[in-house]
């Protein structure tokens, strides 16, 4: 049994004033809702005064992208030893990164293995672009980041990984992938590859989230597929009402 898993990407939004008005509109609902994960990534900036407002709360909070290295000559950079300080989950490849700033599913790979060995959950984002799709070249964009993310990564270690499908083309576009095509996405090229690295048994544990314009009016059509444990959700986790209209979806699809 797979837990339901949502979180939200503030991505560049949200002073820490701003960020903790946030949480204290989520947190009432969001507390209760014991029964799925629920993660909030706010930006690096926040992150210390936001974990104080969660601390000894369920509600994880996870920093949208780190550096591979404990510490060093990295103008700009957060280490792994940082974010661990107050975070759990950690966001990484996330497509705005890959396209943006240049990380490549090798960087993904060193940043995954260093999330893994200080005890952090990855998110490990991967997605195809729009071309790519029309091109018919999802399977193999698919499987090549999950097999080139993943590498060298210890299958005991397996079932804390999250991978998050993310189609470039349904981000930020209000043009969500169907319910439908994101679960084939999952079950053809997704766990397949997933099984090949680490036998199918844990790969029957890691948790697959759709990504890409959810909303709470969409959302239980992603939390009805078998194979899709839950969302990362940009635009809608910034709103308090919208983002738990989600979490209480994914709630409710396990009932
Ligand atoms: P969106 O972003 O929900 O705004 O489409 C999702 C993401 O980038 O993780």
């Known amino acids: 049994m797979r837990i339901p898993f949502v979180a939200g990407n503030w991505k560049m939004h949200k002073t820490a004033a701003e960020a903790v008005s946030l949480v204290d509109a989520l947190f009432p609902q969001l507390n209760t809702l014991h029964t799925i994960e629920r993660v909030l990534c706010p930006p690096a900036t926040a992150l210390a005064q936001v974990h104080q407002v969660l601390k000894g709360s369920a509600i994880g909070l996870g920093a949208q992208n780190m550096y591979s290295e404990e510490a060093g000559a990295y103008t700009g950079e957060i280490s792994p ?5 107050f975070c759990r989950y950690v966001i990484l490849g ?4 890959r396209t943006l700033f240049g990380e490549t599913d090798e960087s993904v790979n060193r940043k995954t293995n260093a999330a893994l060995a200080h005890d952090l959950i990855p998110i490990v984002c991967i997605g195809e672009t729009l071309s790519e799709n029309e091109a018919g070249q999802t399977a193999n964009v698919i499987i090549r980041q999950v097999a080139d993310g993943l590498k060298g990564i210890d299958a005991r270690l397996a079932s804390k990984i999250v991978i998050a499908y993310e189609p470039i083309w349904a981000i930020g576009t209000g043009k969500a992938a169907t319910g439908q095509d994101a679960n084939q996405v999952v079950a053809r ?16 544990d890691i948790r697959v989230l759709y990504g890409g314009s959810v909303k709470a009016d969409n959302a239980t059509e992603f939390f009805n597929q078998p194979e899709i444990d839950g969302a990362l959700v940009g635009g809608a986790s910034l709103k308090a009402a919208d983002f738990i209209g989600i979490a209480q979806a994914a709630a409710a699809s396990q009932q």
């Open 81 to 85: 030893l940082m974010v661990k300080e």
């Open 94 to 97: 996330h497509s705005e990164r």
């Open 189 to 204: 090229y997704i766990r397949p590859t997933l099984a090949g690295i680490f036998g199918s048994g844990a790969a029957q």
